[in-house]
């Protein structure tokens, strides 16, 4: 053995050694008084020696052998104290408890495996002063240290509530003999009795330490109780949790030999059993069910496996599962799709109005499966835009044109990979991946899967459920798509798969690439009017019971919920305030009161109260500095007032209204572009050298960002620097570069739009933004005076007022 008393056997022996001492030691009252004593050392590991303790040690090492050795043969004894880390082989000062026991040398053994063994008993504590020498042995100078041994009443009461806690203990722990109680009942001193009590105890070698270093016996006795009473609150734990699990086991082993005394009995009968019935069921359901032939083998290889068990093995749930969703899959079942394309027009406009380009994508993937039914792929598109613009519903319509089957999969939130893939089945409750259950509850392996809020997929530990879509979005490989729990192949290839999302920025570039970009854009308002008219005031009066009450809304009436009541791209809060009107209009049909036919504005707000609100108009004059942008939101166009004020100062420009770095860069290249044509202009171009400048745009808890405002920028500059008013009735869009240029901005038929609604006529846009003109109805964009422009001054010459 190498170690030093890494492990020792007290028991059985231990109970005889200890009643024999007085045999085969030296009495302690051997007449020492020295309170200093030089002796050889033994540093031990993971044991704590007590005074009056008998303990054999098991030596490994060469210097504690000797030190064993020159002790023997001296007739000397040795003192021993603990190492504070037991893997240190070759221990210094630091290494080693100061206070530790002197022991007396009993017997020194040779044991069969080559190993020595001494039985030594502990004397007294003592405090290692000097180590005198290191080799051969350590040897060491220490002092003797006194212990209290006074006592009282208290002192007794505490012996016999000790004595109480190590009974209750020795009863519950199998490790500590019933002799060690014997024993502890026939201590008389506290301190002996403490040191007993702790050497029996499983405790950590710092507290076993801490025990030994207190030489107060009350003390260490009340911190002996402690322990036990920790020690009997573990046990008696234990001890309930091993007989709440052998009841368990019992009652198992007692279910399990009656059922198969059940099995026997209905054999006898002639009777089946319910198990082997539900297994000839599958068995029947495999032959009778067209699966492939991959998918066949597996599928009777786990049911052979689920016959050859007992009823109540664990693993027959498992695999029986498995089976029954193997068995439950489309693997050969489609629906027949619907391949005119004048009747999934007509249902596509009866759904939906507008979102022209979706449905002639739509209608172009009909007519190649007409002509190329063998080899047309089905699309998979991505629909992106802002909330409530009908991405999902949309869905579901082309499902219907189509006469495909519906399966919605919401991807807001996922960040578990084994979402879209499955978890295996090695795992406790392990189900499919969603794809797979969509498939199952869809019915046919040709569904349409809507799946939904793909930009909001998150990843972390578990995996990046992203990446796993790269695989069910890819037409080449997603033919042999593996879900982890079938561990089979699935085709996925006649799944037609649509995506929506709110925005591109968060789509990984690998995912997107798989996918064909549709973008949705916000409804205009005249469009609303017509998605009010032909579906949401229908839907709503059948819903409130009005159907028959002839409740009409005006146009006024609509354009004041969608102006002043709404601020939205799509139609959800509008839907949401139709529905209202209705419950309001509802209510005084059934209380039969009167109530109104023609819904007008001041009904509107008669019913609903007060706009939350305010309309954009037209500011009533013209000013210096002040300049119409158009910016384009989630909800549409807006105006984007820019005013710029001056001030005597040193040069500074401070920008406020939360705008964002890349509009403030515009600022910067607005001012630069000033400062540049100063003399054009007929400016000084020391003034900037003394001017401070403060640029801010209203609507400060808004955030803004974008390159589009630059030329209302510069333009808001240049008057402020000039004195010449701008004109109020004129709004203007793009992007400038240091020399002057007009750059394409985004966003033009929102921000015409907008112009428009506000009154303004005239509308400065890129020169190469006149394609988006057409994007508007041409209804709408004959009120509009479209000024084209390439450069500043062509924007300059339209601006001012003359």
Same mark, same amino acid.
């Given at each position: 053995?190498?170690?030093d008393n890494n492990e020792f056997s007290q028991y059985p022996n231990f109970w005889?050694?200890?009643?024999d001492t007085d045999d085969v030691l030296d009495p302690l009252d051997d007449g ?106 350590? +040897?060491?100078?220490?002092?003797? &240290?006194? @212990?209290? %041994?006074?006592?009282?009443? $208290?002192? *007794?009461? #505490? ?103 059940? +099995?026997?009995?209905?054999?006898? &009968?002639? @009777?089946? %059993?319910?198990?082997?019935? $539900?297994? *000839?069921? #599958? ?207 699935f085709d996925l290839s006649n799944v037609m798969f649509i995506t929506t999302a ?301």
């Amino acid at each position: 053995m190498n170690d030093d008393n890494n492990e020792f056997s007290q028991y059985p022996n231990f109970w005889e050694e200890m009643d024999d001492t007085d045999d085969v030691l030296d009495p302690l009252d051997d007449g020492l008084e020295d309170d200093i004593i030089e002796c050889a050392y033994l540093p031990l590991r993971d044991l704590v020696l007590y005074p009056q303790m008998v303990m054999p040690l098991f030596i490994g090492r060469d210097k504690s052998l000797a030190a064993v050795h020159a002790a023997d043969n001296a007739g000397d004894r040795l003192i021993v104290s603990a190492q504070k880390d037991s893997d240190v082989h070759e221990p210094t000062a630091a290494d080693l408890y100061e206070i530790g026991t002197e022991v007396s040398i009993s017997k020194f053994l040779k044991m069969p495996d080559q190993s020595n063994s001494v039985l030594v008993q502990g004397r007294r504590r003592v405090r290692i002063l000097e180590f005198l020498q290191w080799e051969p042995y350590i +040897r060491v100078k220490a002092q003797v &240290l006194a @212990e209290d %041994d006074s006592w009282d009443r $208290e002192m *007794e009461a #505490l012996m016999r509530a000790t004595v109480d806690f190590f009974e209750k203990v020795v009863a519950l722990n199998r490790k500590i003999p019933d002799d060690a109680f014997a024993f502890a009942i026939n201590i008389d001193e506290p301190g002996w009795l403490a040191d007993f009590i702790a050497s029996t105890l499983d405790a950590d070698i710092k507290m076993r330490q801490s025990i030994l270093e207190n030489l107060n016996q009350s003390e260490r006795l009340h911190r002996v109780s402690v322990l036990l009473a920790r020690e009997l609150d573990v046990l008696q734990l234990e001890e309930h949790i091993q007989t709440k699990v052998q009841d368990e086991v019992d009652k198992s082993q007692r279910e399990h030999y009656l059922r198969e005394q059940m +099995r026997a009995i209905q054999g006898e &009968l002639g @009777e089946i %059993d319910v198990f082997s019935q $539900e297994t *000839e069921e #599958l068995r029947e359901l495999l032959t009778t069910k067209k699966l492939p032939e991959e998918v066949l083998k597996k599928a009777q290889k786990e049911l052979s496996r689920l016959a050859s068990m007992p009823s109540m093995a664990p693993e027959v749930g498992v695999i029986r599962t498995y089976l029954d969703w193997v068995l439950d899959l489309p693997w050969d079942n489609a629906t027949e799709e619907m391949l005119d394309v004048a009747a999934a027009a007509k249902i596509l406009d009866e759904d939906h109005f507008g979102l022209e380009k979706v449905k002639d994508r739509i209608l172009e993937h009909i007519a190649t499966l007409q002509l190329a039914p063998d080899r047309s792929r089905a699309p998979i598109l991505c629909f992106v835009g802002p909330p409530g613009t009908g991405k999902t519903s949309m869905g579901r319509s082309i499902a219907r044109a189509l006469n495909r089957e519906f399966a919605r999969i919401s991807l807001g939130g996922v960040r578990d990979e084994a979402e879209i893939r499955g978890h295996r089945r090695t795992y406790i409750g392990a189900l499919p991946g969603r794809i797979i259950q969509a498939l199952r509850k869809a019915g046919t392996n040709n569904p349409l899967f809507m799946l939904d809020e793909i930009d909001k997929l998150s990843s972390d530990f578990r995996g990046d459920p992203a990446s796993a879509l790269l695989e069910v979005l890819d037409p080449e490989q997603n033919n042999t798509f593996a879900d982890h729990y079938l561990d089979l192949d699935f085709d996925l290839s006649n799944v037609m798969f649509i995506t929506t999302a709110n925005s591109l920025d968060t789509i990984p570039r690998p995912l997107l690439d798989r996918m064909e970009v549709i973008d949705y854009r916000s409804y205009l308002e005249e469009e609303k009017i017509e998605i009010c008219r032909s579906f949401l005031i229908p839907r709503q009066l059948e819903l409130h019971g009005l159907k028959n009450a002839k409740l009409r809304f005006t146009d006024e009436a609509l354009k004041i919920l969608i102006r002043r009541y709404t601020w939205e791209a799509g139609v959800r809060s509008l839907e949401r305030e139709i529905a209202n009107v209705c419950r309001k209009i509802a209510r005084r049909v059934a209380e039969k009161r009167r109530h109104p036919k023609r819904i007008s504005p001041d009904q509107i707000i008669d019913l609903l109260g007060p706009p939350p609100l305010s309309e954009r108009k037209i500011r009533d004059e013209d000013e210096i500095g002040v300049a119409n942008g158009m910016a384009w939101t989630a909800a549409g166009g807006d105006v984007m007032y820019i005013e710029v004020n001056l001030m005597p100062g040193k040069g500074a420009m401070q920008l406020t209204g939360q705008l964002g770095d890349v509009m403030q860069e515009s600022a910067r290249a607005a001012l630069t572009y000033t400062r540049s044509m100063a003399d054009h202009f007929g400016l000084d171009p020391e003034v900037f050298e003394k001017t401070d400048i403060h640029i801010h745009v209203p609507d400060g808890a808004v955030p803004k960002d974008g390159p589009s405002a630059g030329v209302a920028l510069a333009s808001a500059l240049i008057s402020a620097f000039t004195g010449r008013p701008l004109r109020r009735d004129i709004g203007m869009t793009g992007e400038i570069t240091l020399r002057g240029r007009v750059l394409p901005v985004g966003g033009i038929r929102e921000k015409a739009l907008a112009a428009r609604r506000m009154g303004i006529k005239d509308f400065i846009l890129p020169t190469r933004n006149e394609t988006d003109i057409e994007s508007i109805p041409s209804h709408l964009r004959g009120d509009l005076n479209f000024i084209k422009v390439d450069r500043v001054d062509q924007v300059l010459n339209n601006v001012f007022k003359s």
